[in-house]
């Protein structure tokens, strides 16, 4: 029975030790402290990307295909008329689809094909941002029957892009300090740095202007925008 004892007291023993050594090992591991920085830089825009199209619709492909050519040829050209560059027009998308009469009650393949529609698209890039809508008033002009994705770019997108993300992390250590100075504690080392995906925003305006017979396309600033996480070890 002593002997039994003496085990359970040296037992009691060892887990109070290991407990205060877990506690004292605790006590000696550094808080930490994670906040986000973010910021934002404001570039204007230098350019532009827009799609122009044209859709044509006959009752036979090689007729829809051949005046579906010749249309964004006369696009192309007048494009090339009022300066946009033969390396800033590339094609988007080509499509040739039949159309169908669909009638109720009918399988998929027993519906009548009435004709066929082409489409070609063309991506164009416009260096001057000034001239967007007079290249979107000369393609509809020349038979462009298609117009969207109006983009508006910056060239100093990538400077932009590295303030940001500086003036973020300044951001988030300024709020680290502050942080650590309200909680009594000390800021130490930068554990980590995480990147967050933020990008950027634009904007554009379109109007018709009817005084000049065009559209008016009105280009807005670009924010490029940057968010970080970082975290920090503290010490009393």
């Known amino acids: 029975m002593k002997k039994v004892l003496s ?24 808080g930490e402290l ?20 044209v859709s044509t619709l006959a009752e036979a492909v090689s007729e829809a295909s051949a005046t579906n050519s010749a249309t964004l040829d006369a696009v192309i050209e ?10 800033d027009m590339v094609t988007e998308n080509f499509s040739i689809s039949p159309v169908y009469d669909y009638q109720y009650g009918k399988l998929g393949e ?61 951001e988030g250590q300024r709020k680290a300090e502050l942080l650590a100075e309200a909680c009594g504690q000390t800021l130490g080392a930068l554990i980590s740095v995480t990147e967050s995906p933020y990008g950027g925003s634009g904007g554009v305006t379109l109007k018709y202007d009817a005084a000049v017979g065009g559209t008016t396309i009105l280009a807005n600033d670009l924010t490029v925008s940057a968010q970080v996480s970082l975290t920090y070890q503290l010490a009393e």
């Open 7 to 30: 085990l359970l007291l040296v037992l009691c023993f060892a887990l109070f030790s290991c407990a205060a050594m877990a506690e004292e090992a605790a006590a000696d591991i550094p």
């Open 34 to 53: 994670t906040v986000t920085g973010e910021a934002q830089v404001v570039v204007p825009a230098d350019y532009a990307e827009l799609t122009l199209g």
């Open 78 to 87: 007048a494009l090339h008329g009022i300066g946009i560059a033969p390396e």
């Open 110 to 170: 027993s519906q009548t094909v009435t004709g066929y529609q082409v489409e070609n698209r063309v991506r164009v890039t416009v260096r001057d941002v000034t001239q967007v809508g007079a290249v979107l008033d000369t393609g509809v002009a020349a038979g462009a029957n298609e117009a969207f994705g109006i983009t508006f770019c910056s060239t100093q997108a990538a400077d932009a892009a590295n303030q940001a993300l500086q003036a973020a992390v300044a």
